[in-house]
Structure formats: structure tokens, C-alpha cells
């Protein structure tokens, strides 16, 4: 009987040394797993700090040679991998301006984009345009601002790509940047969908001067009256190409 309870007492005992052994295991596998999560994210953190001390470099270098597309691109990385950093406060105080001028730029070139350049052979002759489309559609198609050189006719500016109400010598009451600035025109006696402006001279240096010319026209198939806006400031007076001899 005394044998049997001290086996008893025996099993009990080991038993109690397994869960403590258990339990000693558990620990040392949380503190391993709580260390290795430590050392994890401190790689991690050191890996972010050098990744983003060698952008901070490259972003100095773009900044310094004027690549400011490429230092958008750069400086939006700093800040977005090392928010609240000291990296990403020294971005921060320039970023800003360069987005402004990236901005900038893509508009300028969208604006130059809107204006066509040729010189090409016309009726006898030569003829030298800058041309530009409404913002708005007649029929289905926007009408064409064309400044025109040609070595006959000398130079004109005309409206192409509708008909137009026009009696004798009409008024257009345009505006130039919002300002009031109003046109005379006329039809051409040869019938083509246009409508001449007179007083091009005039015409070509107020719009080397603007951004954006809203002309009102009136339509013969309707009677309607439309807005058709220009948004010139991407005239380029450079590359609308002169022609020798031509008259004035």
C-alpha cells in the first residue's frame, strides 16, 4: 500500500516538473520571439534611415542641377518613407516651390502644344501660318484661328471652320483676358467658311500680349450666337516662320 501511494506521489511529482519545464520553454520562446521582433524592427528602421539618407543625397544633387520633375519624384519618396524625419523637414521646405514649377512647366508646354506651325505652297504662292483651335465645337469640329503670311496676299488673320453672320464690315465683341477688346471682320467674297479680321497687326500684337481671347460669333444654319475661346498664351512669335519678299 505505501508502495503504491509513493508511485502516485512520484507521477504527480513529475508531472509538476513538466508543466514548470513547460512553462519555462513558453518563456524563453515569447522573450526569443519579443527579441526577434525588437531586432527586426530595428533593421527595418536602420534600412529606412540609409535608404532615405541616400535620397536625401540624390534629392540635394537634382535640386542643384535644376532636374526639378526628377526632385518632385525624390522629395515625395522622403516624405512619404520617413514622415516627421529631420530629412524629411529639410524636403519639405523646398518641395513645394519646385511642385509649383513642375506645374508650371507642364502648362507652359500644354499651351505651346495647342499651336501649329507651317510654311507650305498656297494658290501661286507661299504662305507662312501660326494656327490654333477653339475650345469649342461647331458642328462637330472646332474652328481654326489662323495668323497667315503669304508672299501675294501679305498678311491676315481670319477665323476657319463655320459660317458665319457677317454683314458688310460686323463687329465682334471679344474679349482679351476678360478685357473688352472689339474686332471688325468680314466675309471672304470667295465663299469660304471664314470670317477675316481686319486690323491684324493690331490683332497679332494684343494676342502676343494674352493668355486667353474669347471671340463671339453667330452662326448662319442656327442664328445662334456662340462663345469660341483661345487659350493663346503658348504663342511662340519666333516660330511663326517669316517670308522673304512677301507682302506686308
Not at 496676299?153 to 481670319?158: A, I, K, L, N
Not at 457677317?166 to 467658311?193: I, M, N, Q, S, Y
Amino acid at each position: 500500500m505505501n508502495f503504491h501511494r509513493y508511485r502516485r506521489h512520484e507521477r504527480i511529482f513529475a508531472s509538476l516538473l513538466a508543466i514548470i519545464a513547460l512553462g519555462a520553454c513558453s518563456q524563453q520562446d515569447d522573450t526569443a520571439a519579443q527579441a526577434a521582433a525588437a531586432q527586426a524592427k530595428a533593421d527595418a528602421a536602420a534600412a529606412a534611415a540609409k535608404r532615405t539618407a541616400g535620397l536625401l543625397d540624390l534629392y540635394r544633387k537634382q535640386t542643384q542641377a535644376g532636374e526639378d520633375a526628377a526632385a518632385v519624384d525624390t522629395g515625395r519618396a522622403i516624405v512619404k518613407l520617413s514622415a516627421g524625419s529631420d530629412a524629411a523637414q529639410e524636403v519639405q521646405q523646398t518641395l513645394p516651390a519646385i511642385e509649383q514649377r513642375v506645374r508650371d512647366q507642364a502648362e507652359k508646354a500644354r499651351l505651346a502644344s495647342l499651336w501649329e506651325y507651317q510654311v507650305a505652297p498656297m494658290m501661286g504662292g507661299t504662305q507662312s501660318t501660326a494656327s490654333i483651335y477653339s475650345n469649342q465645337r461647331i458642328n462637330g469640329a472646332p474652328v481654326q484661328m489662323v495668323l497667315r503670311r503669304h508672299t501675294q496676299w501679305g498678311q491676315s488673320v481670319f477665323l476657319y471652320g463655320g459660317r458665319f453672320v457677317c454683314k458688310a464690315v460686323c463687329t465682334l465683341p471679344a474679349t482679351f483676358d476678360g478685357t473688352p477688346h472689339p474686332l471688325r471682320g468680314f466675309l471672304p467674297p470667295t465663299g469660304e467658311p471664314s470670317v477675316m479680321i481686319k486690323g491684324d497687326k493690331d490683332f497679332i500684337a494684343a494676342l502676343a500680349k494674352a493668355k486667353k481671347i474669347v471671340i463671339p460669333v453667330v452662326l448662319q444654319d442656327s442664328g445662334q450666337s456662340r462663345e469660341l475661346s483661345y487659350d493663346v498664351g503658348g504663342y511662340d512669335a519666333g516660330k511663326w516662320a517669316p517670308l522673304p519678299g512677301a507682302k506686308k
